[in-house]
């Protein structure tokens, strides 16, 4: 089996080649500065692959029963309905709903006190708490007022069976957390069940709801199975430079919870055809705490060597970062998730030419994120819009022999925002847009692994990676898609897209000049069980030629891989 995948790959290797970028015109690149900064631009095209979700087992919510309709016909005067009992919802907020003139200011029976109670539990139920219920206690009518009580409904005990890579210890402290907020409701237990299955290793299969021993309370049946304890993928593709390997082949390894901790090992690699390109990441997570606080310590290492018109140069470089993060789910639902992240990276950058140094960098810098995902209804469209904010604080030392290149050196400060929005129109078309922007809060250049590129298969794609960046700019990612008819295990669908980019630098130097780039093409997708492929054809919109590499004027990208 796994030879057929690694055939497949060398079958998309060879039609990846060079000669499917159209039209070309050979000439001398107009930019001849390449550096290890524009290398790491292309080391973040990466395959954008998401962890396959496992749904949450639906919590049986115990059935709203309707009054008897037999329950007797006297009525008592009622000017006042009171309710006790409550904590979680204001008590002003819970007698609006009853103290109308359908229950107050006459007589009513008890039936329709009954009724009066079942719309405090309906309203309870819309909000979440999926257990909580008002009733008519025994009580004697005292100045025509009527009291409904509400039982809220608490935790009482989680009763784990845990058959996962994570110590039982573990698990039971997430589910345990959850008690803090005393009461039950959708959103609660559900973040306890989502951060199991944020933790590699683990995943809930079933949630039971059953009585507590206290009045008021219910405990809680949570199965948990086990995940893979290997997971990743193999990817090959043609996202990359002609200077240093168009041809990529790109994979990852995951070892989960390898201490039974929750914890993750993960190994990438990155290697161009000719090994104009080798980077590599080894990262090492774990849960800090049962309320989905997690760090990751991480080294990577990324070295080039520019070939074709620049091999007899000897240009190569190298880049050495050292990072550690922290994340932490503010919110963590089915519908609605908010994340915090904050990441200390220290990252050494080197260029030389013929074995003399020609850069020397060091760059420290904090980042902190948020990243903000909901799925909605926008109108009659299933929509789900994700914001992504983050504010990064750097210092950039550089050698004394260039520490005025461009005026790159010192402290800055940035923030990059994007916004992403998925419309689902039917089950056929659906609607990708995506905006990211970039600002410099002072007049000070970046150094280039810090600026903001439009090139690349991720922004204007008919443009390489290191095409145009810059500290300042923008770019907007419109992406229309047609769901083909799925073939038993195979599914497909062909998009239409259009993109648009632009920058500017902070302090424009003499040879710099702000361009706007665009492209318009189409694109086919396909998966089938664990392989998936990409084909992109990208046409250019308006003047502006490709600079970084030999002009062209469209270009096909194709990318092809499976996971495991």
Known sequence: MLNKKLIFLLIVFLLSSPTLVLAQNIKEPVSTKIDIGDVL?????????????????????????????????????????????????????LEALVNTKTYTGKKISFLEMQRAALKITKYYRQQGFFVARAYIPQQKIANNSLEIAVIEGHYGKFILENNSLVKASKLQAILDAVKAQNIISVNTIERAMLIINDTPGAVVIQSDVMPGAKLGTSDFLIKADSTPRFTGYLVADNYGSEYTGEDRLTGALNINSPFGLGDQIGIQTMLSDGSGIENYRLAYSLPLNARGLEAELAYARTEYELGDIYSALEIEGVSKDLSLSFSYPIKRTRLHNIKLRAELMNRDLEDEQAGIKTAAKTLNKLTFGL?????????????????????????????????????????????????????????????????????????????????????????????????????????????????????????????????????????????????????????????????????????????????AEDDYDSRFLIQAGFVF
């Open 41 to 93: 631009k292309e080391t973040e095209n990466k395959p954008e692959i998401e962890a396959e979700s496992s749904p949450l087992p639906k919590l049986e919510q115990e059935k709203i029963k309707e009054p008897a309709s037999d329950l007797g016909t006297e009525k008592i005067m009622i000017e006042k309905i009171i309710i006790s009992g409550n904590n979680f919802l204001s008590t002003a907020e």
């Open 371 to 547: 990243t903000n995902t909901k799925n909605y209804r926008l109108k009659n469209w299933n929509s789900k819009r994700t914001i992504q904010g983050s504010l990064s604080l750097g210092d950039l030392d550089r050698s004394p022999d260039n520490s005025a290149f461009e005026d790159t050196a010192g402290a800055f400060a940035k923030t990059n925002l994007h916004f992403a929005e998925n419309i689902q129109f039917n089950s056929k078309w659906s609607l990708n847009n995506s905006l990211k922007v970039q600002y410099v809060f002072s007049d000070q250049n970046l150094d280039g692994s810090e600026d903001f590129s439009v090139g690349g298969v991720n922004g204007v794609r008919l443009y390489p990676a290191s095409e145009h960046s810059a500290e300042k700019g923008y770019l907007l990612n419109l992406e229309l898609f047609y769901n083909l008819p799925d073939l038993e295990n195979y599914s497909h669908r062909l998009s239409l897209f259009y993109d648009l980019g632009s920058v500017d630098m902070a302090d424009p130097v003499a040879n710099f000049e702000s361009r706007t780039l665009q492209d318009l093409g189409l694109a086919y997708y396909l998966n089938y069980k664990d392989f998936f492929a990409k084909l992109n054809w990208a046409h250019k919109l308006g003047n502006e030629d490709v600079t």
